[in-house]
């Protein structure tokens, strides 16, 4: 399960360095939600992929994901682990930590709630 998980997040940081917000969002399940920072609840796999273009368009190429605990339950796994989000020149944009909850869709692990914030203090 870790082995199968830990693709998927690298398959996440190769889309997020190829610009792709479609393959952003194939990571999550067909009714995955992302709740981002200071936002509001993102439902469903267009306004994921419309949330994660923006992120694209607003300069972050690169998101690095590190597991920090992952525990699996039945069809489903918790993970807590770290981020690190870069624009095109390698300038550091964000960096803080996530808990992704994920269930097995089609025989595949996929995010299923998505949550994080910034380990960088309020501006």
């Keep these: 399960m870790r ?9 996440f940081e190769a889309a997020m360095r190829a610009g792709s917000a479609s393959r952003l969002t194939d990571v ?6 992302a ?16 949330f994660w273009q923006g ?4 300069g ?13 339950h039945g069809d489903t796994a918790i993970q807590v682990g770290e981020f ?3 624009t095109a020149d390698g300038t550091v944009a964000d960096n803080g930590k996530y808990i992704v909850i994920w269930k097995q869709e089609d025989g595949a692990w996929k995010w299923h ?10 501006t």
Aim: no cysteine.
């Design 35 to 50: 709740l981002p920072p200071n936002a509001a609840m993102i439902s469903g796999r267009e306004s994921i992929m419309a």
């Design 84 to 86: 690190l989000l870069k």
């Design 113 to 122: 709630r998505d949550i994080w914030n910034s380990s960088n203090p309020a």
């Design 60 to 72: 972050i190429a690169s998101a690095e994901l590190k597991t920090v605990e992952l525990e699996e």
């Design 28 to 33: 999550y399940t067909r009714t995955g939600q």
């Design 3 to 11: 082995e199968d998980i830990e693709a998927v997040d690298r398959e």
């Design 55 to 58: 992120a694209i368009d607003m």
